[in-house]
């Protein structure tokens, strides 16, 4: 899902698919929001706000009341799920203003001592977003299926709406086609409630999807960071199929949010990125991958998206179209009479009364915000003072060592491969020596460098399309816990010559044979950095050098004589 569309499906008000039904119109919440100064509530990242009492008591009841509806009735969390993912009811609305006036509701129902406490919290309560490039780990109140929080009532366990969603009835088959193939022997349509990383049982396995999550933070924090620092071009920074001014920078915002999809669902909901929606944790990923999105555009201010050619299509969209700024971004109407938002009127949180901790927007210039926000990015992904490993380079270490952003080179493994090389969604696992003999403990094998995810985003079924799509791994923390301090060519092209190595894997765990994958072009890149100066400002960054004789000779990887691009 594009950016502007993520912001549209995680904050926004009522939808109408443009095929079906009356136009409901779209204008997100703005209670709680100052109009003269423009401040606005912030979405809190999750781990702040599950401690944030009144407000996380409240979200939780308003979602489990969502959850509880009809699957009918077109405002139930089915049919908003159902909309998002291009099937269901007619009209759908979004989680953001739902729980919302479900809040409202719940408030009231608090004592006369506690009610205004909640009425206050309820008022400018905003959905959260779990960034997971700082904590890479799913958070472990979205991991259990009872949660204990404060209700009307009195202290209570009550069931936990961001564990899964159930089904009640099932989805026919018309609605929830059988999609890929069986995982764990099951169809994705098959089982009663979400799941993530099913087992042969149906059940979800949140200790392997953490480990997996874990293994790849220290990609996922160097990724964030080099991309918002590296890239002021919308089209690269936006989508991995983007081909136009990205260079040696394989980098993209989509590639980061399919890697979560992956990582989560591995054969469960999330992975089947058309159905994604249905599990709860899809919209903690996505209000961050919005808050990705508005931090970059802070930085950016004056970028803006550029034509490029939709190959795959959408319901609504026919495969070939052009689409530029001012596309409709079905199915989010902005009145009444059936006007679609586009990327050029949904291009700021301001219109849809939400913001984010890092960018507070009133109050300055477009160039003091920039600066702002430079400092936080810089503190948050690329302190100057020295960290603890466990939380970035590893699960077990606690040495100290500086931040990958932090060195005076980058070096990234660049991956270019047709998005329908394999029959499902798959990864592209990058080692430092031979993978395990165990398939199955690839995705979290300790020495693990990091993965690609390659999706399957089109709900029309699989298509013949032989688009290149582009990914990065970036390799600087594998380096650094290698004991390679010296991040010279001199040194770095030796060690990954003999020592850089990959797989491919379907989501089932199966290995697949990477020689007969031909599109599968690998190849490291590596460019001097200047650091910065100043706090608010960024490196400085050379330009890429492509090294070929690392992946020279090895299947897979680019050769003396292949093309770049």
């Known amino acids: ?328 971004l079905t199915p989010f109407h902005s009145d009444e009479n059936g006007t679609f938002w586009t990327s050029a009127t949904a291009w700021s949180t301001r219109r849809f009364g939400y913001a984010y901790p890092e960018i507070i927007d009133w109050g300055v210039t477009r160039s003091q915000l920039a600066s702002n926000v430079k400092s936080r990015l810089n503190a948050l992904y690329n302190p100057t003072n020295r960290i603890s490993t466990r939380s970035i380079l590893s699960d077990t270490s606690t040495n100290m060592a500086l931040s990958p952003n932090a060195m005076d080179a980058q070096w990234f493994a660049n991956i270019r491969i047709d998005k329908e090389a394999a029959s499902s969604p798959f990864f592209v696992h990058i080692f430092l020596d031979a993978a395990p003999t165990d398939p199955e403990t690839w995705s979290f094998a300790s020495n693990l460098v990091g993965s690609h995810s390659v999706v399957d985003s089109n709900i029309l079924g699989p298509t013949e399309s032989k688009d290149q799509i582009y990914g990065q791994i970036p390799l600087n923390h594998a380096l650094l816990a290698a004991g390679e301090s010296d991040l010279s060519p001199n040194q770095v092209v030796p060690l990954l010559t003999s020592r850089l190595t990959w797989r491919l894997q379907a989501v089932d765990d199966s290995p697949l044979d990477v020689g007969e994958v031909p599109s599968l072009k690998i190849h490291v890149v590596g460019q001097e950095v200047r650091q910065r100066e100043a706090d608010d400002e960024f490196p400085e960054y050379g330009r890429f050098q492509v090294y070929r004789a690392i992946t020279s000779g090895k299947a897979g990887g680019l050769g003396d004589d292949d093309p770049l691009d």
């Open 1 to 328: 899902m594009p950016a502007i569309s993520t912001r549209l499906a995680c904050g926004l008000a009522i939808a109408a698919l443009a095929i079906l039904g009356d136009a409901i119109s779209i204008h997100g919440i703005h209670a709680g929001a100052n109009p003269e100064t423009r401040e606005r509530p912030f979405r809190q990242e999750f781990s702040t706000f599950k401690n944030s009492g009144a407000a996380f008591d409240l979200y939780v009841q308003a979602l489990l009341k969502l959850q509880q509806r009809d699957q009918q009735d077109p405002l139930s969390f089915f049919g908003v799920a159902g909309n998002l993912s291009g099937f269901g009811s007619t009209r759908a609305e979004t989680p953001q203003e739902i729980v919302w006036y479900n809040a409202q509701q719940v408030a009231e129902a608090y004592p006369p001592a506690r009610q205004a406490e909640y009425k206050a919290a309820a008022w400018s309560l905003r959905i959260p977003y779990w960034d997971w490039s700082i904590s890479p780990t799913m958070p472990p109140e979205v991991s259990q299926p009872m949660i204990h929080i404060n209700t009307p009532e009195g202290s209570r366990e009550v069931q936990n709406p961001l564990y899964n969603y159930t089904f009640n009835p099932l989805p026919s088959e018309a609605d929830f086609p059988a999609i890929g193939p069986p995982v764990q022997g099951r169809r994705l349509g098959a089982f009663l409630s979400t799941v993530r990383y099913p087992d042969s049982a149906g059940r979800s396995q949140p200790d392997l999807v953490n480990r997996q999550l874990r293994a790849n933070g220290p990609s996922f924090h160097t990724l964030v960071y080099q991309l918002i620092t590296q890239q002021p071009n919308y089209g690269p920074f936006s989508n991995q199929g983007y081909v136009d001014t990205r260079g040696g920078r394989y980098n993209s915002i989509e590639n980061m949010h399919n890697g979560i999809h992956m990582f989560v669902g591995n054969g469960g909901h999330m992975s089947n990125i058309p159905y994604s929606s249905f599990d709860p944790i899809f919209w903690l990923h996505h209000a961050n991958v919005d808050r990705l999105f508005a931090l970059w555009q802070a930085v950016y201010p004056s970028s803006r998206m550029v034509p490029q050619v939709n190959a795959v299509g959408t319901l609504t969209t026919d495969p070939g179209t052009l689409e530029d700024i001012n596309s409709p």
